[in-house]
């Protein structure tokens, strides 16, 4: 979502056709340097095989990028110098498609199975998203501007990390490891990783990070079954040549 719509050639393909797909397509990825809601697409990309254009743009480009995209927002997914797409599920899905597809379950209840752990994976974004937001964007949640430098607002975010840390994120833990443990497999889509388990490392792993003020460490530690899952995504060969070159 990087680049300008605004004098950009437009694809004269429809997104529902075939060639979208083909191999002579090229796509460029757009998001800031961070993981972010990009990962899951760039995970996608990376374990179907499929070249991209890892666009990475840094704080100061965006104010001025922000006008010209799709929707205010990124990332976005530039097919063949095309209209840029918006919305990060979207481009997941369509991605998952690439290459050999198998990203995706051929079998229609394996894929029902599969949307059905995203939207288990969005709920702990929700869940965690006011204690995120109200530190960035205070004014959304009806606080002044500067509410998340004010010591009122500092208690008030570390009770809703802490919270979400002890309370809210051991639950959706249990519902993940049980899913993986019902899947016959060592991934979320069986044997080998589906859409889900592009989803769910990124978002996973940054709580395991530090970066996140009052989540600690170690706070995926009590569920086995995920630590030994994100072991396994990590060393898959393609993934850890990934992070390697970060």
């Known amino acids: 979502e990087i680049g300008s719509v605004t004098g950009v050639q437009t694809c004269a393909l429809p997104i529902s056709s075939s060639n979208i797909i083909s191999n ?14 990009a990962e899951k697409v760039r995970l996608a990309f990376v374990l179907n095989g499929i070249p991209f254009e890892d666009d990475r743009i840094k704080g100061a480009q965006w104010q001025e990028m922000k006008p010209n995209t799709k929707y205010g927002q990124l990332p976005e997914l ?8 918006g919305q990060s599920g979207a481009m997941l899905r369509f991605v998952g498609r690439l290459g050999n597809g198998n990203l995706i379950p051929s ?10 752990i995203i939207g288990l994976s969005e709920d702990i974004d929700r869940a965690f998203g006011p204690s995120l937001y109200l530190s960035m964007k205070p004014t959304e949640y009806g606080m002044p501007e500067d509410y998340a430098k004010t010591d009122a607002g500092k208690e008030h975010i570390r009770k809703l ?17 049980n899913a993986l443990a019902a899947s016959g497999g060592g991934f979320f889509g069986g ?15 940054k ?6 003020d009052h ?32």
């Open 24 to 37: 002579k397509m090229s796509y460029k990825l757009t998001y800031f340097d961070i993981q972010g809601v």
């Open 78 to 85: 530039t097919i063949n110098g095309g209209e840029p797409i």
């Open 107 to 116: 079998d229609p209840a394996e894929e029902l199975r599969m949307n059905e």
């Open 161 to 177: 990390r802490v919270t979400f840390a002890t309370e809210k994120l051991p639950v959706f833990l249990t519902y993940l490891q």
């Open 191 to 205: 044997a080998s990783p589906s859409l889900a388990d592009c989803q769910i490392l990124p978002q996973l792993a």
């Open 207 to 212: 709580f395991q990070a530090g970066f996140i």
């Open 215 to 246: 989540i600690p460490t170690d706070v995926l530690d009590g569920h086995a079954g995920i630590i030994e899952w994100l072991a396994r995504m990590k060393a898959i060969p393609e993934i850890a040549a990934w992070y390697a070159k970060k």
